[in-house]
Every structure is written in C-alpha cells, then in structure tokens.
C-alpha cells in the first residue's frame, strides 16, 4: 500500500517560512494542512491565499475547520476536531477527514461520511505532554474496526514508519519531524521509503 504524506503546519512557523517549506515537499508530499486554531475565517484565507500564491497547489491544501475557506478557494480538503459537527452540505469534491480520539468517535465520524480519519497521537509526542499515547496495538484494533483510511499522528519519524504500516494504517501525519529538519524534502523521502520497504 502506497503511503499517504499529510504535513500540518507548526503554530511557531509563520506563513513565509511555512511556504518556504512546504514548497520543497510538493514532490513527495499528498497533503498540506492549515492549521491555526486561534484564527478568524478571514485570517485564514489570507494565509491560505499567501501559499497559493507562493504555488502550494490547491487541491493538495487542506483547511482546518473553515468551510468558508476551503469552498471560496477550492481548496481539496476540510479537517475537523472531533467535537466539530459535519457541515450539513459542500462540495462533494472536497475531502473530508476528522480528528479522533476514540473508537467510538472514530465509528461515528465513519457512519457520518468523513473521508478518512486522523487517529492519535501514536507515539509520545512534544505537542501532547502527559497524556498516554495511542500505540500501534490499539491502532491496529482501530483500523480493522473501521474501515476508511485512517492517517496516524504523533511522535511518528523514520524510525518507527514501519510500525504504522504493520497496523494496517493508509498513512502518516507529521509536523516536527520535517519542520525542524534543514532539509525537509529529504526526510519526506525517507519516510516514503522505509514505508515501502517494511514488511506486512
């Protein structure tokens, strides 16, 4: 199964160094996600339009929580914490996915129409301290619970790719692990590879 690539963006990068990066990681990369939880609908079309501008291509943009946003520059994707309700109507060439913290929200969100799922946080991670992680044994119990494509998230690197893989998982969430590397576009591709090469 081919790995699919979602990078979120780090609420430290401003949207300048946010383009910069994600321009590197076009190539090897499926989807980009805006995430800004403070902002109004208008902030984040401003920021969404500066990585348009920059040529971050708008079917691969992901907005989170901003119908308005992701409808007025046809973007290709809508992200929804788990408490969000479904918007009642949109275009059907939006895709849509919900976060998940549970087994039980992950099989609503499922019943309710999302497109896939983002499942964590996997690993212990610095965005999430204190709080117990997920793990691959509980996500494989997930994956083969519900089944549209669940995306793992938190703490996920090079060296434990493989791991979500082997849970049956469709692909990978990832924030520090490209942010704070100097050569993002790399690490993107290592990733690609150690998931095609680990065995099932």
């Keep these: 199964m081919k790995l699919e690539l979602h990078v979120i963006s780090s ?8 383009a910069r990066c994600w321009l590197r990681l076009v190539p090897e990369v499926d ?3 805006l995430r ?6 208008d902030e984040l079309m401003q920021r969404a339009k500066a990585l348009l501008s920059a040529g971050i291509p708008a079917k691969s943009l992901i907005v989170n929580s901003s119908v308005t946003v992701a409808e007025a520059l046809g973007l290709g994707g809508i992200h929804l914490p788990e408490r969000m309700p479904f918007p009642p109507a949109m275009s059907p060439a939006i895709r849509v996915g919900k976060s998940v913290h549970s087994l039980a929200a992950a099989e609503r969100a499922a019943d309710e129409g999302a497109d896939y799922l983002m499942v964590g946080h996997i690993f212990p991670s610095a965005s999430k301290p ?3 992680p997920l793990g691959s044994g509980q996500l494989r119990v997930w994956v083969e619970q519900v089944k549209i494509p669940m995306i793992a998230v938190g703490g996920i690197g090079t060296g434990n790719v493989a791991e979500i893989k082997r849970a049956g998982c469709h692909g990978i969430a990832v924030i520090s692990a490209v942010v704070d590397h ?3 576009e790399r690490v993107a591709r290592e990733l690609r590879r150690r998931w095609e090469n680990a065995d099932c």
């Design 130 to 132: 204190g709080l117990p």
């Design 11 to 18: 609420p430290k990068q401003t949207v300048q160094e946010l």
């Design 182 to 184: 100097e050569q993002p």
């Design 31 to 33: 989807w980009f996600h």
């Design 36 to 41: 800004y939880k403070q902002l109004s609908d």
